[in-house]
Nanobody, 119 residues
Framework: QVQLVESGGGLVQAGGSLRLSCAASGITFSIYAMGWFRQAPGKQRELVATISSSSSTINYAESVNGRSTISRDNAKKTVYLDLNSLKPEDTAVYYC????????????WGQGTQVTVSS
């Protein structure tokens, strides 16, 4: 059974930082591309960042580019998302995802972790 379990969300003031983690099980983590998505209330889910299986390819949404870093530790089967200089508009539920192919990191999903940024 595939499980992606996010952690690290919480309430933070604007300008602050958070590190989100996603621990995977039930998949050969090292061959999967991973992604982070987010969904704010009343809005569609949007892609935040993706990282290839070997970390050689990384992409960010324009909304977080320069403020976020995605990384992974294949030995720990964990992907991370560092969020810096947080803004109230970053408030959302953040979801971890896994995909066999880099251009479709949506085969499996985590349950999400809430990030709330206060102004």
């Amino acid at each position: 059974q595939v499980q992606l379990v996010e952690s690290g969300g919480g309430l933070v003031q604007a300008g602050g930082s958070l590190r989100l983690s996603c621990a995977a099980s039930g998949i050969t983590f090292s061959i999967y591309a991973m992604g982070w998505f987010r969904q704010a209330p009343g809005k569609q889910r949007e892609l935040v960042a993706t990282i290839s299986s070997s970390s050689s390819t990384i992409n960010y949404a324009e909304s977080v580019n320069g403020r976020s870093t995605i990384s992974r530790d294949n030995a720990k089967k964990t992907v991370y998302l560092d969020l810096n200089s947080l803004k109230p508009e970053d408030t959302a539920v953040y979801y971890c995802s896994a995909g066999r192919w880099y251009d479709r990191v949506s085969d499996y999903w985590g349950q999400g972790t809430q990030v709330t940024v206060s102004s």
